[in-house]
């Protein structure tokens, strides 16, 4: 596997990880999620719930394992330095077209700055759930340093 340019552990920590998030389906749970993030500096909230809403249209981002990894189609950022990917913890599973058809209780958001990031996170995140041992952790709600911890192992081990 190979890494992408900046860590995934470390945009979590840049993106934050909450807990808790309300709503009865995926727009209830973006809305809640975009509510609770705190934005890059100049990131109209509106404006990402909009890209967010308007990417799920298309096709929903729930890659299945109760995970989903919502995204605008095209960049907000436009600073590296302010790419992040926010963990939402949803309050209770909700139903999201997933494949799989389990209903998801995690959100990943991605911010990134250029296609390349995004897909560098979108093929870790999809690695990283292939693993039951990911997927337990997720399930057990861990906290920023925990789920960090673990991705940063996951990272070293794969860069070798």
């Known amino acids: 596997m190979k890494a992408s340019a900046v860590a995934l552990s470390e945009l979590i920590e840049r993106g934050g ?3 808790n998030i ?3 389906g995926p727009a209830d749970a973006l809305r809640e999620a975009v509510k609770a993030l705190a934005p890059p500096p100049g990131l109209d909230r ?3 719930l ?3 809403l308007e990417r799920e249209a298309l096709m929903p981002t729930a890659i ?3 995970v989903a990894i919502p995204h605008p189609r095209n960049p907000l950022v436009t600073d590296p330095a302010e790419q992040r990917v926010a963990v939402f913890f949803l309050k209770a599973p909700i139903p999201y077209n997933a494949l799989d058809r ?9 911010l990134s700055a250029d296609a390349k990031s995004h897909l560098g996170v979108l093929a870790t995140l999809s690695h990283l759930c292939q693993s039951e ?6 399930a057990g709600r861990p906290s920023t340093a925990e789920l960090c911890a673990f991705i ?3 990272e070293a081990a794969w860069r070798g």
């Open 17 to 19: 990880v909450y807990y």
């Open 22 to 24: 309300g709503g009865s």
């Open 46 to 48: 509106e404006k990402l």
């Open 50 to 52: 909009a890209a967010v």
């Open 64 to 66: 299945g394992k109760g």
């Open 102 to 110: 389990r209903p998801v209780s995690v959100l990943f958001l991605i």
């Open 133 to 138: 041992a990911f997927v337990e952790l997720l």
């Open 152 to 154: 940063a192992a996951q």
